[in-house]
């Protein structure tokens, strides 16, 4: 395939059962580079727009509600995984969406579950293939927040109120 980058997404119920560790020790199998990682606090808007393309369905507003936190923490670990076959190897080791069809062995396998009411808490989101990969490492980080430059970009000054160390 060549060199990928592939957004992984540590979710909610990952971090609340301080799973972030056994994770990226899982990834590292892979050989891959992480060139970008932040926690993020997921607003209704970003999740949306993450889960856009599957707005239409059923279980659209249970997605929503889980990956900004109403059920565990409101917080995600947000990451960019760069190298060869990037996306392959990480969705590989992720296993299945659904965490009972997932290789017990993969990160959804081990550590997902079904809930009763039937949310899908598979502890980690992976782009499934590069145009993904680009708009969702567009979405959730700025071209400044990774440490390679992985797509083209520009210069542009702006004014805009950020905050600072008091």
Known sequence: MGIEQTLVLIKPDGLVKSLTGNIISKLSETELKIVGAK????????????????????????????ICGEYH??????????????????????????????????????????????VYENVIHASENPKEAEREIKLWFRPDELVERIYPVIKKTEVREVLIWK
Do not use: C, Q, W
């Open 73 to 118: 923490t409101r917080r995600v670990l947000a990451m960019v995984y760069h190298g060869d076959n990037a996306i392959a190897k990480v969705r590989r080791i992720a296993g299945d969406t659904n965490p009972e069809e997932a290789d017990p062995i993969s990160i959804r396998g081990k550590y997902g579950r079904i809930t009763t009411s039937g």
């Open 39 to 66: 926690i993020v606090r997921v607003s209704r808007e970003l999740a949306e727009e993450h889960y856009k393309h599957l707005k239409d369905k059923p279980f659209f507003e249970e997605l929503i509600k889980y």
